[in-house]
């Protein structure tokens, strides 16, 4: 993976060598981070507010292919991954922690790669890195990532807020992640059995990037701040669609109708899953990792929220005793579950 370049192994820089080394790039831009890197624990300082916390843990082989996702990428995807829960409970990041397990293959210039990612994602989210633990592996590469955040207490969105009649919103567009890794997953197939065959993904930048370097929504936090409006609940979509609206439906007791038409899904999202002949709605609601924030807001907000590009207004909440329902665009009733939408699946055009 890194034949091309020149390699510094880790053993001769040793652990503090290498701390200091990955960490010379930091800056701290946060009022609220008091001491950063270089004591034994970071201070912070969020003078009232409440303090919002989110951990990952990210495994090599299980999480992600080193075959695919360049280093860089791979630190800031863990960043903006992690950075989404904070936003999810309508918070604002302010710093990170980021641990690595490095077995012996990783040289130094890895490590930089890797790092190269997750000050790119912290300077652009205004989050500072304030800390992290640094150890070897027995095997592959292993990534912990937590984040802190703030807000006010009466701003925070918990998953149990829903409330009947509440309208079902996400932001962007979804299933592009899945698409993008199905995308990704066939070339690598065919890489393997071919190496001189380059990676055919003209055309399919959006995919690609939804897939490699997703963005976590900080703006539509930032949106409802500035056009007044408090979700009564919220997630992020990590796992799909459906997972996620059973867990806002669960969480707060109630069901919900959703609408397959208003479910938005970009262009090229829509003509790739029909490609691989997998129906686009699938992927938007059993495919994941899109990053995008699926929301409740009272009806009292539609005038507020209609008028947004970027929102989209998929359904309402319904008594608990009405179930989660998904109605087709042929007006067809189904039941949502967690990745039973398969067994539905519509005749391919
Ligand atoms: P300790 O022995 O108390 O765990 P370390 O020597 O591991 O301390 O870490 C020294 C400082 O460097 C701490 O501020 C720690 O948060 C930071 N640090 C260690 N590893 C990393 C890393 N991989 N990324 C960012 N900061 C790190
Ligand atoms: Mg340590």
């Known amino acids: ?148 955040g703030h807000a006010k207490e009466a701003d925070i969105a918990y998953r149990h807020g829903a409330q009947e009649g509440d309208l079902v919103c996400v932001s962007g567009d979804l299933g592009g992640a899945y698409i993008g890794l199905q995308l990704l997953e066939r070339e690598k197939r065919i890489f393997l059995e071919n190496p001189n065959i380059q990676p055919d993904l003209e055309g399919k930048d959006y995919i690609i990037e939804r897939q490699l370097k997703p963005e976590a929504r900080k703006d539509i936090v930032q949106l409802l701040a500035d056009i007044g409006i408090k979700p009564t609940a919220m997630i992020d979509i990590s796992d799909g669609l459906a997972s996620e609206i059973l867990h806002i439906c669960e969480a707060s007791g109630k069901g919900c109708r959703l609408y397959e038409e208003k479910i938005p899904i970009d262009p090229m999202t829509y003509d790739t899953a029909r490609e691989f002949g997998i129906d686009p709605t699938i992927c938007a609601l059993n495919g994941g990792e899109d990053y995008e924030l699926l929301f409740t807001v009272s009806q009292a907000d539609y005038d507020k929220i209609k008028s947004q590009p970027d929102i989209s207004i998929i359904g309402h909440i319904t008594e608990q005793a009405a179930g989660c329902e998904l109605i087709s665009k042929s007006g067809n009733v189904h039941p949502i579950t967690a990745q039973g939408w398969n067994a539905f699946a519509k005749p391919q055009v």
């Open 1 to 148: 993976m890194f034949d091309n370049k020149e390699k510094t192994d880790l053993e001769h820089l040793g652990e503090f060598g290498l701390i200091a080394h990955i960490t010379k790039a930091v800056e701290l831009t946060e009022k609220s981070t008091l001491k950063g890197i270089g004591d034994d624990a970071a201070v912070l300082d969020f003078s009232g507010k409440k303090t919002l916390v989110s951990t990952d843990l990210l495994l090599e082989g299980v999480h992600f292919d080193l075959r695919y996702v360049p280093l860089k990428h791979l630190g800031y995807k863990a960043v903006q991954v992690n950075l989404s829960d904070i936003y999810a409970m309508n918070g604002i990041a302010s710093q990170v922690t980021f641990s690595i397990g490095l077995s012996s293959r990783f040289p130094l210039e890895a490590v930089e790669e890797l790092y190269a990612g997750v000050l790119l994602a912290c300077n652009a989210y205004n989050v500072d890195l304030v800390g992290g633990d640094t150890s070897t592996s027995q095997q592959g590469l292993i990534i912990s990532v937590t984040s802190i």
